[in-house]
């Protein structure tokens, strides 16, 4: 019976959503209570923000997304370009 009641106790604390840790605060996005392991502080101007790793990682993967994408596209026209540049070059010495 007394472990009933220690679970009761432990059902009213606020928990990590992602670990269950105690959690240290509510995540700036989701709102989803997190503890400190599963949240990296985010310094805004006046105040320092929480969010969770899963709201982290999910703006981490559209960014680096756009990057890779940038990236590629990048690739792609400096490869069009020394194309271009070497054919340019190789004209120009024969003719
Ligand atoms: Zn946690
Ligand atoms: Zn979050």
Known sequence: MSGQLQLHDEDSIVR???CRNDAAGPCMRCRRSVCG???VI???K???WAVCL???KNEGTALSG???LALFFGKIV???IALILLLA???GDLG
């Open 66 to 68: 756009w990057a890779s």
């Open 16 to 18: 990590c959503y992602l």
């Open 42 to 44: 985010v310094e805004g």
């Open 46 to 48: 006046a105040q320092k």
């Open 37 to 39: 392991d599963c949240c």
């Open 54 to 56: 899963r709201c982290e």
């Open 89 to 91: 070059w190789w004209a």
């Open 78 to 80: 400096l490869t069009l």
